[in-house]
């Protein structure tokens, strides 16, 4: 996607040297746009685990660019002292968000890539099994968008070429991703297409994800946006302000539960009493195939001090600074998810195209 | 209610100067507990404009409060002077919130009362009428706790007497009144009467209400609270964590409409989705008995400042600061309201007792 004018990933690696991968260092959004090298495992691991870079599909692009590092930083006279050193490494960047499904899954993926080839090939293998898994994760994410886009095109159609408004709810953008997003593709394509678009984003407290990185975004792709606190969606679809409402996963079981951001079964809910289309936008890898019921699902508790406490920019001083909402010594409670269930939900957009929210549609696009 | 371990109003006269009406300056909870002497007409203006005082409730009170001051400083040589100082008064409060019903509600009533007496006992009676608007608000909350605790109590009874957990949004507490407040005095009543319970308090943005002043109300009068992002009520719901939501309302039409701080909507629908009943607690003076759709309710929209930027306390230099959430350019849309269809309904609790939100219903409760 765009930065300031220029085409951009989260993550790329340095095109004059090929021991440097570059990050947006994301903890700046909005506030500043910060680059950061990454050159050893140990950067690696400090930019997943201090979340300078997040969201499921980055996580495991990252992961796989950092198995690629180790590579090269690897004593490579010895294969014994070699594998040693990978599976160390390997240890240590799962450590860092055990939870991450996609982390284990490029780290194992690229594990398993050098395991074909001789101690000499290792390098340039590594770099190309890591390009890959990044490849892949944005042209998943295109593919949603052009399967999302199809929607899209529809209610445009049926507005006759009228505004399409739609609400998004956190960050499920291209910052979750390598590039174009789950939720936001749909969006960046249908704007691609010559389709009127607008979106209402909501501020997703406690952090923020909406107001700080899904609004940054759009500043910066000119997508025609509106930001809203949490407690307006209901009320903009009770006006009719909102044609579809399009948001992501972090896990949607093969039964249809979608588990997101906290508060988006509350918009899921409001989008039902006004019969406005709620659709989930996932890569096939967000997919859970062993959970069934939404109380296998565990939701992370995070501490209480992000409910406490905003952050943001103090412009008096230009410097990114907390300031205490509550009562010094008030209690606070921070789900960080929470599951919709398939019954509010209109359609699933994966990679593959668009199905229902149960099993057996499930099962078919998937073949499984 | 209780401040610091000492019983407190919202406003009340000075004890040993009754030329002096005081009030807690609530903007600068809860981190600054502030009491401000109101000594001229011009004084009580620029507190209910600036918000020193709000919540229709203790707005009234204090135009009340307002008039009896305006009489304290007329001329009372001259009938003619008196009656256009008071009438200028007058003109003045009610220009400050122009949208506020109390506001001239309070102003005209003391008006009427005035006309009954001689300028000799004007004084005497201004005090007496404003008095008894403070006395009536504070009456009719605690007549709204009393009406409120018998829920609780039946919810308590059939939980065996484990904690009650009850849901709220934004402030319709004692800070909105005289004393007691509307959604919150049937809480405070039920601990008075020994009942376990336990609040979650939405953070209630882009304003935060219910972090800064429920939080605060329950801080200091030891209501057991627990304060969360206001995308998390349909998750508690589902997790069986809720068993009645108590919220106040700005405006009930009397065929059961319910016009409330933005986000309100959003939590009936989670509590009908969830079996978890859903109150809403009013003086008699929050009854519209003229509108009767939602679509005759006009909805503030705020400032989008408010959704950009939040205001709180930074620690390390001990003041209010606001910092910046989104992009710099962000647009942003604030609406202040929403409206809560009856069907989503359970009850309302006023201080005539507690009735279905239907035209019948309410009309039988009041005679009308």
Redesign the interface.
């Known amino acids: 996607m765009i930065v300031n004018g220029k085409t951009c990933r989260t993550i790329w690696p340095d095109p004059d040297n090929n021991e440097i991968i570059k990050i947006i260092d994301q903890r700046w959004l909005?506030?500043k746009i910060i680059i950061e090298d990454l050159k050893t495992v140990d950067d690696f691991a400090t930019a997943i685990k201090d979340m300078h870079v997040r969201g499921a599909g980055l996580i495991g692009a990252t992961a796989g660019y950092a198995m690629y590092i180790a590579v090269l930083k690897a004593p490579k006279t010895n294969p014994g002292e070699f594998t040693e050193y990978l599976n160390n490494a390997a240890q240590q960047l799962i450590a860092t968000r055990p939870t991450a499904v996609n982390l284990k899954w490029a780290v194992d993926r690229m594990l398993e890539s050098l395991k074909r080839v001789s101690l000499k090939e290792a390098q340039e293998e590594a770099f190309k099994e890591a390009t890959a898994i990044a490849d892949e994760d944005a042209e998943f994410c295109k593919s949603i968008g052009q399967h999302g886009l199809d929607i899209i095109k529809k209610i445009s159609e049926e507005k006759k070429g009228k505004l399409v408004n739609i609400l998004t709810h956190c960050n499920a953008g291209w910052l979750a991703f390598v590039d174009y997003g789950s939720a936001t593709a749909p969006i960046y394509a249908a704007q691609e297409a010559g389709i009127a678009v607008h979106v209402?984003v909501d501020?997703?407290?406690?952090r923020?994800q909406g107001?700080?990185l899904t609004?940054?975004e759009f500043?910066h792709n000119n997508i025609s946006?509106?930001?809203?606190?949490?407690?307006?969606?209901?009320?903009?679809m009770?006006k009719e302000l909102v044609d579809i409402v399009i948001v992501g996963t972090d896990r949607t079981l093969y039964t249809g539960y979608v588990a997101n951001?906290?508060?988006t079964?509350?918009?899921a809910?409001?989008a039902k009493?006004n019969n406005v289309p709620f659709y989930v936008a996932l890569p096939s890898s967000t997919f859970d195939w062993k959970r069934r019921t939404?109380k296998e699902i565990i939701?992370e508790e995070r501490g209480?001090e992000e409910?406490?406490?905003?952050?943001?920019?103090?412009?008096?001083v230009g410097k990114?600074?907390?300031?205490?909402?509550?009562?010094?010594?008030?209690?606070?409670?921070?789900?960080a998810?929470?599951?919709t269930p398939p019954y509010l939900i209109t359609g699933l957009i994966t990679d593959k195209g668009v199905c229902k929210p149960n099993e057996r549609a499930i099962r078919k696009l998937y073949n499984k």
Do not use: M
């Not at 501020?203 to 406690?206: E, L, Q, S, Y």
């Not at 946006?225 to 903009?236: F, K």
């Open positions: 909005p506030h209402y501020v997703t407290g406690p923020n107001a700080r609004a940054w500043e946006y509106t930001l809203v606190a949490d407690n307006t969606g209901g009320h903009l009770q951001k906290i508060g079964y509350l918009k809910l409001a009493d939404p939701i209480g409910v406490k406490y905003a952050r943001g920019w103090d412009e008096s990114y600074t907390k300031v205490l909402l509550t009562p010094k010594n008030a209690k606070a409670a921070n789900y998810f929470d599951v």
